[in-house]
């Protein structure tokens, strides 16, 4: 079974900072998709990136963006220019990549890192 | 595109009752959808995976009796808690799997806005 963890439960970034929350994972697979999600106090999930294994590339989206190291099994999120809208619960999240996808397989959650930002 | 809606948003029930929770795919069908769990500042727990047209695959220490799932067509997912209880309050979310054109899913989940339920 795959495991995720993030190791900081809570974490605080000045606005305009940089930020990087960290995340770990176990797995025996060699394909599979790796997801930042946030969700703010409205509770309403939000996909922040995505990044699958078999591209070496780091995904990136505006101010965010990951450092995907495969052989560390390591997914870390980087926030450039944080906002006071940045503010959220943020889980890292790991889904295997079946050879056919005719329906979803599960997410694996992390337990999430808190994220405040200070004006 | 891609919406998720659920329904209630909210819920209070007396302990005893039943409550149902509905999870739609506004703009997509969807073969797939999953019913997750979350107590407050906590991770989601996954509870069950729906797929349309056949049982749902429950969690291990999920009680299949007590939370029914129902997937009876490409867009609508329902959880009934039964004889609910106060330790059944929990927040309940809803995610769904599109199903491509190709008939191969797409990578992503969209979620539900989440159904708050309190049992007295």
């Known amino acids: 079974a795959q495991t995720v963890t993030q190791s900081q439960p809570e974490m605080s970034v000045q606005e305009a900072e940089t930020v990087t929350l960290s995340c770990t994972y176990d797995t025996s697979e060699s394909d599979y998709y790796l997801f930042w999600y946030k969700q703010p106090p409205s509770r309403q999930m939000i996909l922040v990136i995505r990044q699958e294994a078999y591209k070496q590339q780091n995904a990136t989206e505006n101010r965010f963006s990951v450092n995907f190291q495969k052989a560390a099994k390591s997914f870390s999120l980087k926030i450039s220019d944080s906002q006071l809208g940045d503010a959220a619960m943020y889980f890292c999240?790991?889904?295997?990549?079946?050879?056919?996808?005719?329906?979803?397989?599960?997410?694996?959650f992390g337990e999430g890192t808190q994220l405040t930002v200070n004006p | 595109g891609a919406v998720v809606s659920q329904h209630p948003s909210w819920v209070i029930c007396k302990s005893g009752t039943s409550v149902k929770i509905e999870c739609r795919s506004l703009d997509f069908q969807a073969t797939t959808m999953f019913w997750y769990r979350q107590f407050p500042k906590q991770s989601l727990m996954l509870m069950a995976t729906s797929n349309e047209g056949s049982k749902a695959t429950y969690e291990q220490g999920v009680e299949k009796d007590k939370f029914l799932i129902n997937h009876a067509s490409l867009t609508l997912s329902t959880l009934t808690v039964t004889s609910a209880h106060p330790e059944d309050s929990s927040f309940y979310i809803c995610s769904a799997h599109p199903l491509g054109y190709s008939g191969r899913t797409y990578n992503e989940q969209f979620f539900g806005p989440g159904t708050r339920l309190t049992v007295l």
């Open positions: 999240a790991y889904r295997s990549r079946p050879a056919w996808e005719t329906s979803g397989s599960r997410l694996t």
